[in-house]
């Protein structure tokens, strides 16, 4: 589906419309519509925010379309984003059982010494420092099958 935004003295205004509502209103696309790309939002890493979380209108090589503005943290801002990470880690009321997890700065996040399997169940077992296997209960709902 086509999208076209209306342009005034080189501004758009308002949002832009569908392609076949302007012809069912209009008869035609006016001239002073442009055509508009619409760019879905980008998805922010872990160390990056966004000014503003609505796009603005802009013309990107003859064409309009949506500008996202993402940046990169300040330093200070990260280190307040991973303080705040490790200061929830250490509230955690069974953080004992993760001692030997360590803080990887790239994710911010805590990470195991060693990777979980990537089959089967499990759980971190501090006293082990190693992931121990759990097995689930069967469920018994009563029904009989026929």
Same mark, same amino acid.
């Given at each position: 589906?086509?999208?076209?935004?209306?342009?005034?003295?080189?501004?758009?205004?308002?949002?832009?419309?569908?392609?076949?509502?302007?012809?069912?209103?209009?008869?035609?696309?006016?001239?002073?519509?442009?055509?508009?790309? #619409?760019?879905?939002?980008? $998805?922010?890493?872990?160390?990056?925010?966004?000014? &503003? !979380?609505? /796009?603005?209108?802009?013309?990107? *090589?003859?064409?309009?379309?949506?500008?996202?503005?993402?940046?990169?943290?300040?330093?200070?801002?990260?280190?307040?984003?991973?303080?705040?990470?490790?200061?929830?880690?250490?509230?955690?009321?069974? #953080?004992?059982?993760?001692? $030997?997890?360590?803080?990887?700065?790239?994710?911010? &996040? !805590?990470? /195991?010494?060693?990777?979980?399997? *990537?089959?089967?169940?499990?759980?971190?077992?501090?006293?082990?420092?190693?992931?121990?296997?759990?097995?689930?209960?069967?469920?018994?709902?009563?029904?009989?099958?026929?």
């Amino acid at each position: 589906m086509n999208l076209f935004i209306q342009v005034e003295n080189g501004q758009t205004v308002n949002h832009p419309a569908f392609e076949t509502n302007l012809i069912q209103a209009f008869g035609k696309i006016p001239t002073n519509w442009e055509s508009f790309v #619409r760019v879905d939002c980008p $998805a922010a890493t872990i160390y990056q925010v966004f000014d &503003s !979380f609505d /796009p603005v209108y802009e013309k990107v *090589d003859g064409v309009w379309t949506d500008v996202w503005s993402l940046r990169d943290m300040t330093a200070e801002e990260i280190a307040a984003k991973q303080q705040k990470v490790k200061d929830d880690w250490a509230s955690l009321p069974n #953080r004992d059982n993760f001692t $030997a997890w360590q803080f990887n700065e790239a994710t911010c &996040s !805590f990470e /195991p010494p060693v990777p979980r399997p *990537d089959s089967g169940n499990y759980k971190w077992s501090g006293a082990d420092n190693a992931w121990v296997e759990v097995t689930l209960p069967e469920i018994d709902f009563g029904m009989t099958r026929v």
